[in-house]
């Protein structure tokens, strides 16, 4: 409980108008990352990212390495389906396909492509 009280102090810091607070927070949720493989801190940002549209948020889940990627892919998938949230995260996966990742290859064997094609399909994009 006390890493989420701290997960929730560093996303109300990230958007701070200070560039070294942001710069600070950026560079501890990046350690973090490296430390931890779980999906719960990629899923807080990409959450945090839909509620708030942060800049910062939005460049930490954009350089995310492996294994990371597969957790954003799953959660990018799952908001699909959710008409609230669909423009946005479709907003998100715009900007991490267009820097051309790493990883951009499991795209085509991810859960989320033929979640998108029945998008397309249903025209309920």
């Not at 560093?10 to 931890?36: C, H, I, Q, Y």
């Not at 908001?79 to 423009?87: E, F, I, P, Q």
């Amino acid at each position: 409980m006390a890493q989420q009280a701290n997960v929730g102090e560093l996303l109300a810091m990230l958007d701070s108008p200070m560039l070294g607070v942001r710069d600070d927070v950026t560079a501890v949720f990046k350690e973090n990352l490296n430390s931890d493989r779980g999906p719960m801190l990629v899923n807080t940002l990409v959450d945090y990212y839909l509620e708030t549209s942060s800049q910062p948020a939005l460049h930490i889940l954009t350089t995310l390495q492996e294994p990371h990627d597969k957790h954003l892919l799953d959660r990018i998938n799952e908001y699909v389906g959710k008409a609230a949230t669909r423009l946005s995260i479709l907003s998100l996966l715009g900007h991490v396909i267009r820097l051309q990742p790493s990883w951009k290859h499991k795209l085509s064997q991810a859960p989320l492509l033929p979640s998108l094609l029945k998008c397309l399909k249903a025209s309920w994009c």
